[in-house]
C-alpha cells in the first residue's frame, strides 16, 4: 500500500478534487498536453487551446470538497465537463495535473497518482462508478444482478444472496427476486440498479445521470428512494445531473459547471439566492425556489438596514415603526411599543397570528412561514440566529430573493 497523507480535514472530507485539470489529446502527445497545460495557465480559452493544439480542455482548474454522507450534485450543459471529473474520482479519466484525495477518517489517499494495488483497493473498498441506465444485464435474474459486484469480488453464494435481500428489501423489490431483469419496468429496473450500488462495500457512489431516460413521475419517485435510503445507509454520493429541479430535490451541495470550469458551488438555497453571473441565473429561472428558501437567504442584514437613529432600525418601508437591537423592542413613531412574538418552530399550523404583532422566527425558518407571518400579521418579519435578531423580512426582500434580485446590497 502506498503511503498515505494525514490531514484534520480527512475526518469530514469524502473527496477532495484538488487543482484537477483534466485534458485529451487523440493520440495523447505528452508534449501537445503539457503545451496546452502552460497555454491554460496563460489564460488560453479552450477554444483556443482546441484550435492552437488539438487539445480537448474537459477539466480545468477544478477544486471541490465533497463531505462524508452528503449527496453533491455535479451540474452543468452538456460538454461542460461533469462526467469527465466524476470518472476522475475512480481514475477511469487520468488527470493532468491536481489531485483527488480520498479521505478514510483519519488520512487522504491521491486516486490521482496512487499505485495499482492501492487504485485496485480503493475501487474495491471506497469509491465505485454507477453507470448511466445503471448496466444491468438483462439476462440475469434481479437477485443475480443485484448480486453481481459481489460476484466479482469473489463472495460465497450465501453471503452474496444475504446482501442482496437486504438489498432487494430496501428498494421494495423482494418479490421480483428471482425474475430476469427484462421482465421489468423502467422504473423497476432503475430500482434493481439502486439495489447494486447499495450492495457494493464502498463508501463513496459516482452516479453519472442514472436517472436521465425516465419518465418525470417515475424519476421523481426514484430521487426519493435515493433520498431515502440515502439517509438510512449514509453513502456519499456523487451525482452528475443536468437539470436543475433534480440537482435542488437530491442534492445538499450543487457544483456548477461551464467549459470545464466549476463556476459556483454551495448549498443548494446559496446558487439560489446569490447565482454568481447569467449562466447560473439561466439555470435558477427555470425553477421554482419557493420551498428551497429560507430565512437566512431572504433576510436583509440589521447592519445594512436604514435607521432613525443610532440605536434604531427603520422596521418597515414607511418608516412608522423601528427596532431597537439592545433593548429587542420595537415601537412606533409616538413611542408605543408593539407587541413581539417569538416563534420557534416551522411549523404555524396552530398558530393564531396577531395583526400589528412584529415575529420573529429562526434563520432556518422556511419562507413560506415568513410570507403567511408577514402577510397576517401585517409587519415586518423579525430573524433571529439563535441568540440575537440579525435581520428582518419585508415584502421587497422576498420579491428580491423569488426573482434572483438581491435586494441587501442595495439598501440605504
Ligand atoms: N475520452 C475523451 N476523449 C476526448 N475528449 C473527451 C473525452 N471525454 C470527454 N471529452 C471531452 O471533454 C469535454 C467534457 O465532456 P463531458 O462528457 O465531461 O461533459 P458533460 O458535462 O458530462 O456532458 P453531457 O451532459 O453531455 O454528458 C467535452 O468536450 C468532451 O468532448
Known amino acids: 500500500m502506498e503511503a498515505v497523507r494525514t490531514e484534520p480535514q480527512a475526518k469530514t472530507a469524502a473527496l477532495s478534487f484538488k487543482n484537477v485539470d483534466i485534458l485529451f489529446h487523440r493520440n495523447n502527445s505528452a508534449s501537445a498536453i503539457s503545451q496546452a497545460v502552460k497555454r491554460l495557465d496563460e489564460g488560453g480559452t479552450r477554444e483556443q487551446i482546441a484550435a492552437e493544439l488539438g487539445v480537448t480542455v474537459g477539466v480545468a482548474n477544478a ?3 465533497i463531505r462524508r454522507g452528503e449527496i453533491s450534485v455535479l451540474m452543468g450543459l452538456s460538454g461542460s465537463g461533469k462526467s469527465t471529473l466524476l470518472r476522475a ?3 477511469l479519466n487520468k488527470v493532468t495535473r491536481g489531485s483527488v484525495e480520498i479521505g ?4 487522504f489517499v491521491d486516486i490521482a497518482s496512487c499505485d495499482d494495488e492501492t487504485l485496485r483497493d480503493m475501487r474495491r473498498t471506497r469509491v465505485t462508478m ?6 444491468l444485464l438483462p439476462w440475469r435474474t434481479v437477485r443475480e444482478n443485484v448480486s453481481f459486484g459481489l460476484e466479482l469480488r469473489g463472495f460465497t453464494p450465501n453471503a452474496r444472496r444475504k446482501i442482496a435481500e437486504e438489498k ?3 428498494v421494495g423489490l423482494t418479490r421480483w427476486a428471482n425474475s430476469y431483469v427484462s421482465e421489468l419496468s423502467g422504473g423497476m429496473q432503475q430500482r434493481v440498479g439502486l439495489a447494486r450500488a447499495f450492495a457494493t462495500d464502498a463508501d463513496i457512489l459516482l452516479m453519472d445521470e442514472p436517472f436521465s431516460a425516465l419518465d ?3 424519476r421523481r419517485k426514484l430521487q426519493d428512494e435515493l433520498l431515502d435510503l440515502q439517509t438510512r445507509l449514509k453513502k456519499t454520493i456523487v451525482f452528475v445531473s443536468h437539470d436543475i429541479d433534480e440537482a435542488l430535490r437530491i442534492g445538499s451541495n450543487i457544483a456548477i459547471m461551464r467549459e470545464g470550469r466549476i463556476i459556483q458551488a454551495g448549498p443548494p438555497q446559496e446558487i439560489i439566492s446569490s447565482p454568481v453571473d447569467d449562466y447560473v441565473r439561466d439555470f ?3 425553477m421554482n425556489p419557493l420551498p428551497l428558501l429560507n430565512a437566512a437567504s431572504v433576510m436583509r442584514l440589521l447592519e445594512v438596514c436604514p435607521r432613525w437613529d443610532e440605536n434604531t432600525i427603520q422596521l418597515d418601508a414607511t418608516g412608522y415603526y423601528g427596532f431597537n437591537p439592545v433593548t429587542a423592542t420595537v415601537t412606533d413613531r409616538t413611542g408605543t411599543e408593539v407587541a413581539l412574538q417569538y416563534h420557534d418552530t416551522d411549523d404555524i399550523s396552530e398558530l393564531q397570528v396577531i395583526s400589528g404583532c412584529v415575529y420573529c422566527v429562526p434563520v432556518t425558518a422556511s419562507l413560506n412561514t415568513v410570507a403567511l407571518l408577514r402577510q397576517k400579521s401585517g409587519m415586518p418579519v423579525l430573524i433571529s440566529d439563535g441568540s440575537q435578531i440579525i435581520g428582518l423580512c419585508d415584502d421587497a426582500d422576498m420579491i428580491g430573493a423569488i426573482t434572483g434580485v438581491a435586494r441587501a446590497s442595495k439598501v440605504n
Request: zero cysteines; proline letters at 4%; hydrophobic letters at 45%.
Open 89 to 91: 474520482a475512480n481514475r
Open 130 to 135: 454507477v453507470f448511466q441506465q445503471f448496466g
Open 216 to 218: 418525470p413521475l417515475i
Open 284 to 286: 435558477v429561472r427555470h
Open 168 to 170: 432487494l428489501e430496501l
Open 63 to 65: 477544486n471541490l470538497e
Open 104 to 107: 478514510n477518517g483519519t488520512a
